[in-house]
C-alpha cells in the first residue's frame, strides 16, 4: 500500500524551475504536517522544506531560503514544493514525508511516520 504519492521531478537545466507534488492516498486520513527531504548519492538524507500543524508555520534548509516554497493545500492533503533557481547541487532524489491522521483530529507536534516513494530531480549545469 502506498500511502503517499509524489509527482513532477525531472531534469533540467541550472536556473530552471520544477515544481514536485506529494498526494495523500491513504482513504479517511489527511496530514498533520508534511515535509520533502532529498538524498544525494553518497550523501545523508537532509530534509528541504516543512510545513506544519495548521499550514502557517514552514521551515527551510538554509541552502534552498528564498528559491523553495513549500505550500500544503486547504484539504491538507497535497504538498507542494516550487522550486527555482535550481542548483546542480539540488540535485537528488527527493522524499517526501508526512505524519498522518484520521480526518477529524488533531495534535501538536510533528513526526513523520510515512514516505513517499521517491522522484528523482536532475539540474545540469
Known amino acids: 500500500q502506498v500511502d503517499l504519492v509524489e509527482s513532477g521531478g525531472g531534469s533540467v537545466q541550472a536556473g530552471g524551475s520544477l515544481t514536485l507534488s506529494c498526494a495523500v492516498s491513504?482513504?479517511?486520513?489527511?496530514?498533520?504536517?508534511m515535509g520533502w527531504f532529498r538524498q544525494a548519492p553518497g550523501k545523508e538524507r537532509e530534509e528541504v522544506a516543512g510545513?506544519?500543524?495548521?499550514?502557517?508555520?514552514?521551515t527551510y534548509a538554509d541552502s534552498v531560503k528564498g528559491r523553495f516554497s513549500i505550500s500544503l493545500d486547504n484539504a491538507r492533503k497535497t504538498v507542494t514544493l516550487q522550486m527555482n533557481s535550481l542548483k546542480p547541487e539540488d540535485s537528488g532524489m527527493y522524499y517526501c514525508?508526512?505524519?498522518?491522521?484520521?480526518?477529524?483530529?488533531?495534535?501538536?507536534?510533528?513526526?513523520?511516520?510515512?514516505w513517499g516513494q521517491g522522484t528523482p530531480v536532475t539540474v545540469s549545469s
Open positions: 514525508a508526512a505524519e498522518l491522521l484520521p480526518i477529524g483530529l488533531s495534535t501538536v507536534g510533528c513526526e513523520y511516520m510515512y
Open positions: 491513504k482513504v479517511g486520513y489527511m496530514s498533520n504536517c
Open positions: 510545513i506544519y500543524p495548521g499550514g502557517d508555520r514552514t
